[in-house]
């Protein structure tokens, strides 16, 4: 009878500390497993946190080691799309307050005339000469003549149309505010790159000739109809010899006088959707125009504050 009651008494105490005690005896095991498989199998290194450094004005795919400092003296500026940034929908939620429609004017191009007798624009044009000469890849202005002087430039030479080596077309940070159509003559071109040339708001339809234009980065927050504010594009005709080529953008065949017609486009090219001002020889050829960019307007157009685009959360893929 003594027996059975020291068996029962030890199966009490056991149970008693089983229950106090379970928890903390399984994690302990647990724990143990734990540190017993980190011993034997040495841990992982972590992989080297990648620093970005941004890229200025360099081709892409350009070594780390070899990225060059911001050579930007001075980006430009205008106030023509200063409208858009006054009513970011964002800063309008975060402060509580309505957005408000932007009040736009009718938008006019720039007019700034390039100075073709200063030492800059003749450094250019020698500099271009050069590239044609060595057959060289690439045409990057900013370290042809120096950022000085290229920051007086507000559009290319013709003569870029005869670039046939170009592949990469530097202009980051530049002070244009246009491109000559001949740049479609730069059959060859692979790399286009404007990023943060502010003034640039729109690009001769001649550049969809660039067959070959697969990368580009441009500053789409600066375009007309852009995809985050849709701000309006310059009512046509505009007309003037400095935005006239000599040939349809289209066809190719010469440009009768007095019978341009002109069409704003949305296309992507590259890796952008651009707003393309085409100068065509008839309505025939407008017509002719591809299908515009997802999300754009979907026919080819005149531009002015009555356009109706998309709204701004509509873009899809850029």
Same mark, same amino acid.
């Given at each position: 009878?003594?027996?059975?009651?020291?068996?029962? *008494?030890?199966?009490?105490?056991?149970?008693?500390?089983?229950?106090?005690?379970?928890?903390?005896?399984?994690?302990?095991?647990?724990?143990?497993?734990?540190?017993?498989?980190?011993?034997?199998?040495?841990?992982?290194?972590?992989?080297?946190? +990648? *620093?970005?450094?941004?890229?200025?004005?360099?081709?892409?795919?350009?070594?780390?080691?070899?990225?060059?400092?911001?050579?930007?003296?001075?980006?430009?500026?205008?106030?023509?799309?200063?409208?858009?940034?006054?009513?970011?929908?964002?800063?309008?939620?975060?402060?509580?307050?309505?957005?408000? /429609?932007?009040?736009?004017?009718?938008?006019?191009?720039?007019?700034?005339?390039?100075?073709?007798?200063?030492?800059?624009?003749?450094?250019?044009?020698?500099?271009?000469? +050069?590239? /044609?000469?060595?057959?060289?890849?690439?045409?990057?202005? /900013?370290?042809?003549?120096? &950022?000085? +002087?290229?920051?007086? =430039?507000?559009? *290319? %030479?013709?003569? =870029?149309?005869?670039?046939?080596?170009?592949? =990469?077309?530097?202009?980051?940070?530049?002070?244009?505010?246009?491109?000559?159509?001949?740049?479609?003559?730069?059959?060859?071109?692979?790399?286009?790159?404007?990023?943060?040339? /502010? $003034?640039?708001?729109?690009?001769?339809?001649? =550049?969809?000739?660039?067959?070959?234009?697969?990368?580009?980065?441009?500053?789409?927050?600066?375009?007309?109809?852009?995809?985050?504010?849709? &701000?309006?594009?310059?009512?046509?005709?505009?007309?003037?010899?400095?935005?006239? %080529?000599?040939? $349809?953008?289209?066809?190719?065949?010469?440009?009768?006088?007095?019978?341009?017609?002109?069409?704003?486009?949305?296309?992507?090219?590259?890796?952008?959707?651009?707003? *393309?001002?085409?100068?065509? $020889?008839?309505?025939?050829?407008?017509?002719?125009?591809?299908?515009?960019?997802?999300?754009?307007?979907?026919?080819?157009?005149?531009?002015?504050?009555?356009?109706?685009?998309? %709204?701004?959360?509509?873009?899809? %893929?850029?």
């Amino acid at each position: 009878m003594a027996f059975q009651n020291i068996s029962v *008494l030890r199966y009490l105490a056991v149970s008693a500390f089983w229950e106090q005690f379970s928890l903390l005896l399984v994690a302990a095991a647990g724990a143990a497993f734990l540190l017993r498989k980190r011993l034997k199998k040495p841990a992982a290194k972590d992989s080297p946190v +990648k *620093l970005y450094r941004p890229r200025f004005n360099q081709r892409s795919g350009t070594p780390f080691a070899e990225l060059r400092p911001n050579q930007v003296l001075s980006y430009a500026s205008c106030h023509c799309l200063d409208p858009q940034y006054e009513s970011d929908e964002r800063e309008a939620e975060s402060s509580g307050q309505q957005s408000v /429609r932007p009040q736009w004017q009718e938008l006019l191009f720039h007019t700034e005339v390039q100075d073709t007798d200063s030492d800059a624009w003749k450094d250019l044009e020698t500099y271009i000469a +050069k590239v /044609r000469e060595e057959g060289s890849d690439e045409l990057n202005p /900013r370290a042809g003549i120096g &950022s000085g +002087k290229w920051e007086q =430039i507000v559009t *290319l %030479p013709k003569s =870029i149309g005869t670039l046939k080596s170009v592949k =990469i077309l530097s202009l980051y940070g530049s002070h244009l505010v246009r491109i000559p159509p001949e740049i479609g003559d730069m059959t060859n071109l692979e790399e286009f790159d404007p990023y943060t040339s /502010r $003034c640039l708001h729109w690009f001769p339809y001649e =550049i969809t000739r660039c067959r070959h234009l697969t990368r580009s980065r441009v500053s789409t927050r600066c375009l007309y109809g852009n995809y985050k504010y849709r &701000s309006p594009f310059p009512r046509l005709p505009q007309i003037s010899p400095v935005l006239a %080529p000599v040939t $349809c953008s289209v066809c190719g065949a010469p440009s009768a006088q007095g019978e341009t017609h002109q069409a704003w486009i949305s296309l992507r090219v590259a890796t952008d959707v651009l707003p *393309l001002l085409v100068h065509a $020889c008839s309505k025939k050829c407008i017509e002719s125009l591809p299908k515009p960019a997802f999300g754009y307007v979907q026919r080819p157009h005149f531009g002015g504050l009555d356009l109706e685009q998309p %709204p701004t959360s509509f873009s899809g %893929p850029r």
